[in-house]
């Protein structure tokens, strides 16, 4: 059984027990969260899909860490100009598990 849900404004395939990284939620490490936000429920050959979402579908988790992922480097650059400007940016994530699929 396995589950697409949203988050963060990206689509993630889930199932139950997996390990994902996340945009930054909102809560503790160790608390639980619910994400009702929930495309598509697959059961083997029965599959739910919803529109946009599933009635009474959700799915929650556990919240393992939060960190920041790699540093991106930006670099602007125009030539004959004397003129560069680099910058760069670490985007915050959640990881969590999946305890659960309702729907």
Request: proline share 1%.
């Amino acid at each position: 059984m396995y589950a697409v849900v949203s988050t963060g404004g990206k689509q993630y395939r889930v199932a139950e027990g997996d390990l994902c990284r996340v945009e930054k939620l909102d809560a503790e490490e160790g608390a639980s969260v619910e994400i009702d936000k929930v495309l598509m429920i697959a059961d083997g050959d029965k599959i739910n899909i919803g529109t946009p979402f599933v009635a009474g579908g959700k799915v929650t988790a556990t919240v393992k860490a939060h960190g920041r992922a790699k540093k991106i480097e930006i670099m602007k650059f125009r030539r004959r100009k004397h003129h560069q400007k680099k910058t760069g940016h670490r985007q915050h994530y959640t990881d969590i598990e999946i305890t659960g699929i309702k729907g």
